[in-house]
């Protein structure tokens, strides 16, 4: 009976610790949120000024010939892989659907917003024969952390700027409806699909012949369709990426 008893304290103690352990590590993520969501707006205001697309711009005009053109989604996913040391993770090459699923932390309250946060636009193409995008998701914005306003890359023929309101009047789509969600997942370091629906997997690459890592047999069998170069090439970014993450973690402590 005593050894059964302090067995129990043991796991009893085991248990207290482990909870404490996870206390101490949320906290210390709970800390580093809020300069990373501070980081993350302002790598999107330094984006201010950049144009929508070549194409909705007058030929030989300043915009027409700027060296870089971002979207709404184009606008989060450059500024996520600028800071991705920071977040911990490569952001995929999908749209704005993409960017929904993997943010499952819905802020019922627009009250409740903060700096960073993504509003996603639902709605309808009024063009026919446009493709439905994932969700209906047409549109999403950076929450500025002033009143209503958003950081994005809104009209065609527009820049990357700040609007006063994240509400407004398309003229590619209607039936608008406003969907906020927390960046919390991924200043967690998470970047994943949540829906069951969307797994949004990378297609595989075929092996270059040129590549260090093609060979023509493995023990016997023809290598066919490999993709070495591509697995190596993701394991040393995310190598990179979590090295520079503990180092961020310890700077933090």
Known sequence: MAKNKEVSLQEAFLKFKRKKQEELNYGKRATQRSPLRHKFVEQCRSYIGVPYKKRYHVTGSAAYNSPLFLDCCGLIRRVLRDLRADFGFNIGPWNQGYMFDTLPLVVEDVAEMKAGDLVFVIGRHFKQGVKRPAHDVVHVEVWAGDCYKTISARWNNGFVQVFDDYRFESRSY????????????????????????????????????????????????????????????????????????????????
């Open 174 to 253: 209607g039936d608008m409806t406003y969907h906020f969600r927390s960046i919390d997942t991924w200043l967690e370091g998470v970047c994943k699909s949540f829906c069951p629906e969307h797994p949004w997997h990378r297609k595989e690459q075929k092996l270059s012949t040129r590549s260090i890592f093609y060979c023509d047999v493995i023990d016997g069998d023809v290598a066919t369709s490999q993709h070495y170069d591509v697995i190596a090439k993701d394991l040393a970014d995310r190598a990179l990426c979590c090295a520079l993450a503990e180092l961020r973690l310890e700077l933090y402590v």
